[in-house]
Structure formats: structure tokens, C-alpha cells
């Protein structure tokens, strides 16, 4: 009786359901690198480096403890290249009785798990991922009805079920569930915040990296700067390093951005949260401790709690929930094509030019990056969300479906209608200038919205409001920009979409 137990790229965790009750004895664990997995979409070159090296030192962690490994490699002449080939030869190989699997990060490949039973002729469990804080199950029963899914009162209740800053049954640490308001800081000019630490690879990544490099070198970014952390001991030190030095400010500065500081006071953990090597429980039990030891404030240690126990978990809900019809949502029926400095960086706009810059760069920007930068650009310049939400997903080391979709189709875009946000994430080249240094050194000028020196992100802005004027005008929380607009001379409304216009007919 020979268990095929699966372990996809993103499932790197120890702790990983499909591996509960192995029998060491009989039981085989497969992993398996395809080509299908790393070109459905065309993956920035270290996340593919990421995603093969942390396969292949987790399954060298199992090995090492005993276990059976099956392991396929990219370069394997047997290889067929999907999930469902390998699994299918696998099982027939190791003469399988049965599968495990974890229910997995995307929906297209849940949809090829659940054909996995009749392409083999075996049963087939799918597991619960246990790995997130709230089931899937309980995030429906907690969205019911409603209409609009405010993250704020499902990290309530997760507050409540963790304990997590709990000072009594309802009552959070502090007396405030929320300190955001303290977290809108610009990054003062004698701040510099202390670099990340990075893990150079070893012999196995820098195999992969090679074999990246051969195998997908027209993929998007570059390698040089790989420093992700690629198993479980050094996602832990990520962690440390940054509870230790950057978690006291992260609060503060979590919205700044700085030319020439690509991260920040930020965690990055994202990368080895989401392919398996870190746990999200540990990483807020070690920021709780940092604010019960007296390191770390609360502002900064309840936002980097919401971001993992509130968003993190929320966004997946919400994928769960909506899918597959969420990504067929265009509320703001935007069509244009999205224009190619965003894969070149080739671009007079200095705020554009160094998200896209650093995510070439390092497959990384941070979430004001990503929201408030090229988010908003795309937002406001009417881009396709096929086109932005698949850009997303191919850049970020960070980047699975279940987490980058609502992120961008949602949040940045506003393309589902108002499901995850209540009013676009809109503004104008005033709120950048207010969070970042970028527009000191930009060719355009953030005061002026029409001429020549005029910054886009201001035309863009009241182009945007004015095409979506009506749309909108039910929307409370957009009552202030359109009286805005209405108030504005015509004349001038009409020259800043003239400016538009022609922007758009340059791009
Ligand atoms: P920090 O800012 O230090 O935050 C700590 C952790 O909190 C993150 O590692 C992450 O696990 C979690 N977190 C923070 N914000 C969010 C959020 N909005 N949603 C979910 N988790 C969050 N995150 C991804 O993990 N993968 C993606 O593909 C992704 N795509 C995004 C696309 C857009 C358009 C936007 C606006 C955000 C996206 N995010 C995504 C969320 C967020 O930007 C990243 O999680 C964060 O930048 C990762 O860097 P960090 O680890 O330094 O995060
Ligand atoms: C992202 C990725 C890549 C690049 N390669 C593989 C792979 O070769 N084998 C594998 O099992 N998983 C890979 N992954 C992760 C999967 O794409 C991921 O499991 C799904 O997107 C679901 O989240």
C-alpha cells in the first residue's frame, strides 16, 4: 500500500498537511519540477529560482530524515512537464495506491488536481492547507451575505480566535484594534534604514540559478542580486533580522518610499511565507514578543500583525470565495494595453522608474509600490486588468494567485466593483510626493497638471475622476474629489484630459 504524497513549489512546510501520517515505511513524496508551472505565466527568473531551490533543499531536509523522495528536475529527459504527467508516472513508477495532496495557492491547478483521480484511476485526498490561520470554510460562513468584505472586522475576529495583542476576551492590546493612523510617516532625510540581510546562495541555488538562466532567459529580470531565503533556518533568520532591526519602524514608515531605499523598514518574508519555508503564526508571535519585551512599539507590531493575520488571510478568503468569476470582473471597463516601460523601466516618471527599476532588479517592490506607484498608474490610466493582474504575478518573487489577484484586481484596480475596497485607490502626483523624495529629482513637476513639465500622475487624476464621475457619485467616500471637480473651471478640467488624451496617444 504505497501512498503518493504531493508537494508542490509553494508547499516547501514541514508542516504541510499532505505530509500528516506519513508512513515512513511505505510511503513516497513527490515533488516535481515542470515546465508548466514555471512558464503558465512567464515568472520573473528568481522566483523560479526560489520556488526550484526551496524544492530541492526541502526535499533534501526530508530525505536526510528518511523519508522516500520522488523527485523530478527540470532537466529530466522522463520529464512531462506538468503537475498532472508527474503525478500520473509517478503513481504508475512507485505503483501507488492512493494520492495526498494540499488544497493549492491557485485555482487553475485545484481544477487539475480534482482530474488527477480519473487520469490515474486512484483515489485522491485533497487536504485542507492548514497553514493558513483561517479555514476556508470559516471565511465563507464570515462572509454570508455581505456585500462588502471589510478586512477590518475579519482581522477583529481573528484577533479574538489567535489571542494575538489580546489584552482580555474582546479588549486588544492597547485598547485600539487599529493604529494605522500612526503609520503615514515620511522617511525623515537623516533615517536610513539598515539593509535587509541576504542569503547568498549555496551550491543548490546557484545550480538552479544556472539552470534558470539556460532554461527561461528571455524571462523577465535579472539574477545577480538573488538573496531570498530559500529554507526554513534561514527564513527564521529573515525573520529575526528584521524583528531585531527594521520591526521599530516599521509602523512609522510603512507607507514612505525613498529613492534609492528599495525596502525600507519592511519584513520581506513574503517570498518564504508563501512558498512554505516560514510560518505566518511565527512571524506574529515573534513581533508580539518584540512589543511585550519592550523592542518594538505598538503601532509598528499591531500593523505588521494586520498585514499577515488581517490581509494576508483575507485576501486568500476573498480568492476562495470569488473565484474563478473574480477575475472576469472589469467594474471600470478598462481596456488599454499595458504600455512597455513596464518591463523596460524606460520611463521619464522617477517614481514609476524605481518600482519597476527594483522589481527587475530584485523581483521585489513594497506594498506602496505596488499599490500607490504602478498600481495607481494602471488604475488611473484605464490599463486592462488581464494585462496588470498577469504583470503581477510575473514579477514578484511573492507573486501566487490567491494573494496577488485580489491585491491587484481589487485593491489597486478597483476592477471588481468595490468588493475588497470601498473606493479606488486613487491620487494624484500630491499623495507621492507627500510619501516619497521621488518627484525632487523628476523631470516632471508634481505642482503643474497641464504643459509640458506637467506630472501625469495629476492629468491621470482628474481624468480619472472625470471619466468615472458619474460612477461614483453614490460613493460617499468619493464625494470629496468629484465636489472637487465640480468646482474646478471647466477650462481647466478640459485641458488636463487634453494632456491626458495625448499622453495616452504617446504611450
Ligand atoms: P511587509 O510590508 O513587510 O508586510 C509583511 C507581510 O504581510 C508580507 O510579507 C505579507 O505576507 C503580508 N502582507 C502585507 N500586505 C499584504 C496584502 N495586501 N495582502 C496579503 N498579504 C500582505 N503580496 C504577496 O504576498 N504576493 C503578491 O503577489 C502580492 N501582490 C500584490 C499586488 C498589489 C497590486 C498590491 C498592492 C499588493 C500585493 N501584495 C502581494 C501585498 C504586499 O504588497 C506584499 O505582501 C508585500 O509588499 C511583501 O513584502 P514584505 O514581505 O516586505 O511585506
Ligand atoms: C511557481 C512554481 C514554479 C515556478 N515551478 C513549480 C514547479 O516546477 N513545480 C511545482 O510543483 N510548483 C511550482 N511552482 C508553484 C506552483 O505554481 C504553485 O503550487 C501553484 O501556483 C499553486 O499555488
Redesign the pocket.
Known amino acids: 500500500m504505497t501512498t503518493l504524497r504531493v508537494v508542490l513549489g509553494d508547499q516547501c512546510s514541514e508542516a504541510l498537511s499532505a505530509l500528516d501520517e506519513l508512513d515512513m515505511a511505505h510511503d513516497v513524496v513527490l515533488f516535481a519540477e515542470v515546465r508548466a508551472e514555471c512558464t503558465y505565466v512567464p515568472h520573473h527568473k528568481q522566483k523560479i529560482a526560489l520556488v526550484l531551490s526551496a524544492m530541492r533543499h526541502f526535499a533534501e531536509a526530508l530525505r536526510h530524515r528518511g523519508v522516500m523522495v520522488a523527485y523530478t528536475r527540470l532537466d529530466d529527459p522522463a520529464n512531462t512537464h506538468s503537475l498532472a504527467g508527474e503525478v500520473a508516472r509517478m503513481a504508475a513508477v512507485h505503483d501507488a495506491t492512493r494520492i495526498i495532496a494540499t488544497h493549492p495557492g491557485e485555482f487553475r491547478v485545484l481544477q487539475d488536481m480534482q482530474a488527477w483521480s480519473s487520469r490515474t484511476g486512484l483515489p485522491v485526498e485533497i487536504r485542507d492547507d492548514t497553514r493558513f490561520l483561517c479555514t476556508l470554510s470559516r471565511f465563507r460562513a464570515w462572509a454570508g451575505e455581505k456585500k462588502q468584505l471589510r478586512m477590518e472586522y475579519f482581522y477583529r475576529q481573528i484577533r479574538r480566535s489567535t489571542g494575538l495583542l489580546m489584552q482580555a476576551p474582546d479588549e486588544p492590546v492597547g485598547g485600539q484594534w487599529n493604529y494605522d493612523h500612526d503609520n503615514r510617516a515620511r522617511l525623515p532625510k537623516d533615517i536610513r534604514p539598515p539593509s535587509p540581510k541576504r542569503f547568498p546562495p549555496d551550491a543548490i541555488t546557484r545550480e538552479v540559478i544556472a539552470l534558470v538562466e539556460r532554461e527561461f532567459a528571455d524571462h523577465f529580470g535579472t539574477t545577480a542580486a538573488f538573496g531570498w531565503p530559500v529554507t526554513a533556518a534561514d527564513a527564521t533568520a529573515a525573520l529575526e533580522d528584521?524583528v531585531a532591526h527594521r520591526l521599530p519602524r516599521?509602523g512609522d514608515y510603512?507607507d514612505a518610499m525613498a529613492e534609492g531605499e528599495p525596502?525600507l523598514f519592511?519584513?520581506?518574508?513574503?517570498?518564504a511565507?508563501?512558498v512554505g519555508i516560514l510560518d505566518?503564526m511565527a512571524?506574529c508571535r515573534a513581533a508580539e514578543q518584540a512589543y511585550r519585551a519592550g523592542h518594538a512599539p505598538l503601532n509598528a507590531v499591531e500593523g505588521?500583525i494586520r498585514?499577515?493575520l488581517g490581509?494576508?488571510e483575507?485576501?486568500r478568503g476573498v480568492y476562495w470565495l470569488r473565484m474563478p468569476h473574480y477575475a472576469e470582473t472589469n467594474a471600470l471597463e478598462a481596456t488599454r494595453t499595458l504600455p512597455e516601460f513596464y518591463w523596460s523601466a524606460d520611463t521619464s516618471m522617477a517614481c514609476m522608474r524605481a518600482a519597476i527599476t527594483q522589481t527587475r532588479d530584485l523581483a521585489?517592490?513594497?506594498?506602496i509600490q505596488?499599490?500607490m506607484v504602478?498600481?495607481n498608474f494602471a488604475l488611473l490610466a484605464g490599463l486592462d486588468p488581464v494585462a496588470v493582474n498577469e504583470w503581477?504575478?510575473v514579477v514578484?518573487a511573492?507573486?501566487?494567485e490567491w494573494?496577488?489577484l485580489?491585491?491587484?484586481h481589487g485593491?489597486?484596480l478597483h476592477a471588481d466593483g468595490g468588493i475588497m475596497a470601498s473606493k479606488p485607490y486613487a491620487a494624484s502626483g500630491a499623495y507621492i510626493n507627500r510619501m516619497s523624495d521621488h518627484c525632487r529629482g523628476c523631470v516632471h513637476d508634481v505642482k503643474q497638471a497641464t504643459g509640458p513639465k506637467a506630472c501625469p500622475f495629476n492629468y491621470l487624476y482628474w481624468d480619472f475622476m472625470s471619466r468615472h464621475a458619474a460612477r461614483f457619485s453614490r460613493n460617499p467616500r468619493m464625494a470629496m474629489p468629484l465636489r472637487t471637480l465640480a468646482k474646478m473651471d471647466p477650462a481647466k478640467v478640459a485641458a488636463m484630459r487634453a494632456e491626458a488624451a495625448r499622453f495616452f496617444d504617446a504611450l
Do not use: C, S
Open positions: 528584521f516599521f510603512q525596502t519592511h519584513a520581506l518574508i513574503g517570498a511565507l508563501n505566518p512571524a505588521f498585514q499577515i490581509w494576508r483575507y485576501v521585489y517592490a513594497h506594498h505596488r499599490l504602478t498600481g503581477y504575478l514578484y511573492d507573486a501566487y494573494v496577488e485580489p491585491n491587484t485593491m489597486a
